[in-house]
Structure formats: structure tokens, C-alpha cells
């Protein structure tokens, strides 16, 4: 037995389950989250910083995963930061083929080093070409936070990260 | 030096697997009984002989199935029996092994059955849809992401940081899709060429489609006993020396990307336990995981076979080749028999068994071999499971 080769045509004809359940989560944002998502309505990017390893918290924490005692205050970090990785989706989330690819990357956020295992990062658009990412030239670039006109508290009130210099 | 922990032996004594297929005609049921069956009439047990049984599999959200691990029982001979499932995203096939281990090890069962299954073809249009429930539903979900966004920043961390090409990756998918030629249950074996990688179609940059391992369908099981049991029914057992397994922090924005600690974390635990001090010169054959082919060498760096950044150098001097001095994926992997996630992740460690055991047919690797590791990786990059054995 080869498996089930099937054609496009093929699947119509299956019985194939399609409904929308009613099923609406409504999700707690939680003390940090909330914190930091009222932080971005203010062009902020908030984090949680643990005085006993000094490790930033972004997105925020109100525990040490490490220390495993509470975070001790909050801290505001900039809006800039170096790419840390950088890549070109040519596919939506269904898989579906998209003909201008998105950016997205993670961006290590200042204060912090070259060399940090764990630093307060960020994953989010990066407003830059395929070319960019092609050649890897992104990488290590400085970016800095384009923030939108309206802002509601959400991750989508930063529009992307730009490049600074 | 080996631990001084206090604990029975276990061994395997049989193992079976299913085709790896894209939308296999057979329910999951179906499909983990096939594979079960098979690893019974090997070990030449029946399922009355059977203490416990350990389910293995993925998200509930591919087979389209609630409480998967309750569903499977009756396919896997778990009815009226101790039955535990075992769920850590990609990571779940090692996990099987490694949970029926401590199961024998402890004391508690003779003779377990440990049996894996995924059916990711029925979710509709695309499993990859599915996957959006892993994100974080308040900071990530809302960017749109699709699961390869995370292994294509991954990858392109490991070639920034260690200067590594795309040709130098794709030269795993080659290897491993020529590896499952010899493989009976294989569903993407291919003799391809790099050239063929870098030509196929952009999925997430650096990503492309022949990096990727397919869709698929399948389970495997293996019977894992004391060693009394093994003593009584096979001259040749296969002995589970090590066993390792670690989760990460679920941000993993937050952490280099480049290097998978978690993973040597799982690797020096499960070393410690079988006594391998000097990994690169005492392990004779590996099956590290790789759904995608930068995740192979990334794996054989976490698992301390070679120094962080050189797996690509010496993957290109043939050490991993089947006729290599420490083979690599000598099954086909994921990329050349397919990634039906748990399932593929237990026919790393059967592949393996088979390899020490000396059946492993035309995927038998040249050299003699007495110490196999095999391991496997999942969820937002964080958890790793590893597994070694001796024959």
C-alpha cells in the first residue's frame, strides 16, 4: 500500500466536517501583560526587572523563572535594539501562498549586551526588503520602535522596527 | 563513570512501525493497533503478558481528536491496564521510551508497550493552521504568525552567528533523503541533489521546501521490559543505558536562538546515567531529530558529537554519512521517512534499536556499532528529550 494519492478535485468529495464552533476565549492579560500593553498606548515598552540575577523581563514577568522569587521592579527600556534574527515569510498562517513576503524577526531591546545568553527581546515586524534579509545584512543592525497614530494597547501598535543606522 | 542511582535494567525487545504516508486511509486507532501488533509479534509476547501501556502523541489539534491519549487506548491495548500518555509537543516520541524506562526502571511494570501515533492529513486546508494555537494568544497571535516563522529565525541565527550557507545545510536533506531509499517505511526518500534545496520553492526565508520534512501520517510502538522479561525472551537485547529530557522558558525571544542548551542539558543527563564521558569518541550511531535539516546539525552540536558551529564541517567530510564513522540518520530521518511528530520521533529511537540489534536490513550502518543515542525536540523551542542504548 503507496499511501492515499489524491487529486484537488478528490477532496471536494470527502465528507469534510466545516462549521464554526461558538467557542470565544477571552484571555487574562495578566498583571504584566496588562501593564505592558498600556505601556505601548503611551509609546513605552515596560519591562520586569529581578534584582537578585538582574535579569529584564520584555515582554514582562512578574516572577523569576530562574530565581524563582518575585520580580522586583518595574523598568522602562528603549524602543531601539539590535536585530537579532531576521527572516521573509512568502506563506500566511494557513499556508496559503502570499506574494509580498512579511519580515519579522526578534530584536534584543537596549539596555543589554552582545554577549547575553537571555535579554529582553522582542518579536515583532521588521520594516525592510527581501534583498535585506537575503543578504543577511540585517543582522546586528540597530532598530528603532515605528509606533502607530492611534494606539489601543495592543502588540500592534508598534507598526514595525525600522532601521536606524 | 556511571551514576550510582539504584535502579532494575530495561531493555527493548521488539519494536514495530507503519508506513509514514500522507492521508492514510486508516484511523488513528488503526494505525497505533497495526503498529502495536507489530512490536508484540517481535518481542513474541501477547497483550495479556502486557503491564502498562504509554501513549505518545502531539497535539490533540492534528488528529482533529479530543483527549487523544483515552481515544488511542483501545488501539494501543491499553484497555483495563495502567495507561499514561505523554505530551511534550515534538519532543513526545522520545518521551514514550523514556517514560516507559522509568516505568520498568522503577520497579512498577515488567513488560510495557509504548506506542506513538500522529495523523496530521485531516486538518483542513493546511495543518500548518493548526499550529496557531501554540503562539502566545496576547503578544504573538495577533502578528498572524505561521510555525515556520520560528525555525526560519532559528536557522537564520545559527547560519548569522556560525557563518554557515545554505548549501552546507542543505547537503542534510540530501543525505537523509538518500538514506531512506533503503528504507521499507519511507514516504519523501529521493536521490536529490543541493542544488535541488536552493531551488525549491521559498517558504519562510531561509526555509525553503526541500529543507522541510512533510506531512504525514503513521505510528510506531516498541515493547520495553525488565531485564528478567528481556533475559527470558531475546539472546540479543538492546539495552536503555540513558535517558534525558529538559524544557527550556517558553520566551524564546528572549535567549540565543543560535545554540539549543536545553538540549545539552537533556544530552549530559542522559550521558551521565549510560557512563559516555567522551561523546564524540564512544557513540557509534545517532538519530538526532530533523524536521528540518539545519535542526540535524543543530542537534548533533547540542548533543556534543562535535563543537558548536562545526557540525556542517564535518557533515561535509562524509563523518555522518552511512558509511561514515558516526552515521547520522541512517533511517532517513524525518526529511526521507516523514514527520508524523510523536511517531517520528519513537522511529528514531526503533531506528536506532534496529541498528544495535543488527536488523536494520539495508539502513544497517557499515561500521560495528554498540552505543546508539536518538533524540528529538519540540514546541517553542524549548523542550528536548534524548535517549541511549547498548547492545
Redesign the interface.
Known sequence: ????P?KEEDLKKVN?IVYKPNAK?A?S?GQA?SK??LGLKEKKIIGRRCNKCGRV???P?MYC?DCFRPTDEWIEVKDEGIV?????????????RIEK?EI???IRLFPSRDKD?????????ICAD?ED??N?SL?GKKVKAVWKEERVG???DIECFRVVE | MKTNLYFRRVAVIGAGLTLFRRRMLETPQELAWEAARKALDEAGLELKDIDCVVIGSAPDAFDGVHMKGEYLAHGSGGVRKMVSRVYVGGATGVMVPNTAWYHVASGLCEKVLAVAEEKMSPARPHPQSIFRYIWDPILEKPLNPNLIWIFAMEMHRYMHVNKITKEDIALVSVKNKKNALNNPYAQAAANITVDDVLKSEVLVWPVQLLDTSPVSDGAAAMVIVSEDVARRYTDTPVWIEGVGWTLDNTEWTGRELAYPRYLEYAARMAYKMAGVERPNKEIDVIEPYDPFDYKELHHIEGLMITKRGEAPKFLKEGVFDIDGEIPSSPSGGLLGVGNPIAAAGLMKVISIYWQLKGIAGKMQVKRPVHTGVAQAWGDLMQASTVIVMRN
Not at chain 1, 545568553?117 to 515586524?125: A, Q, S, T
Open positions: 500500500m503507496d499511501g492515499t489524491l469534510t476565549y484571555y492579560a501583560y505592558f500593553l523581563y520584555v515582554p514577568r523563572d537579532e534574527t531576521v527572516v521573509a515569510s512568502f506563506i500566511s498562517w494557513t499556508r496559503e513576503p519579522v524577526g526578534v545568553w537571555v535579554f529582553p527581546g522582542l518579536f515583532h515586524r527581501f534579509v537575503k543577511m543582522f495592543s502588540i500592534n
